[in-house]
Nanobody, 124 residues
Framework: QVQLVESGGGLVQAGGSLRLLCAFS????????MGWFRQAPGKEREFVTA????????YYADSVKGRFTISRDNAKKKVSLQMNSLKPEDTAVYYC?????????????????WGQGTQVTVSS
């Protein structure tokens, strides 16, 4: 059973940076596209960014484009999310997800496994 474990969340001031990591438990990491989603209080879960199995295709939500960077290390079975120029509206629980499909990665239905989430709080 695939397990995803996120780390790196915390409290940061607006304009600051955080780096989230997601560790994948199985050897089949390179068979999965990876994504990050977030959910703020009282809001639906929303797409943040995704990376294809090979890492050659990357997608970002317009709200984070130019500020966030996703990357993956297939040898270490990890995906990271570098978040710069953070804003208070980035405050949310951030979830890592793994999907067997390599398309439609902006949709949560494309993912088979989810982490427990890590809290990111950006103060103004």
């Amino acid at each position: 059973q695939v397990q995803l474990v996120e780390s790196g969340g915390g409290l940061v001031q607006a304009g600051g940076s955080l780096r989230l990591l997601c560790a994948f438990s199985e050897r089949t990491f390179s068979n999965y596209a990876m994504g990050w989603f977030r959910q703020a209080p009282g809001k639906e879960r929303e797409f943040v960014t995704a990376i294809s199995r090979s890492g050659n295709d990357i997608y970002y939500a317009d709200s984070v484009k130019g500020r966030f960077t996703i990357s993956r290390d297939n040898a270490k079975k990890k995906v990271s999310l570098q978040m710069n120029s953070l804003k208070p509206e980035d405050t949310a629980v951030y979830y890592c997800a793994a999907g067997g499909l390599n398309y439609d990665l902006e949709y949560s239905r494309s993912y088979d496994y989810w982490g427990q989430g890590t809290q990111v709080t950006v103060s103004s």
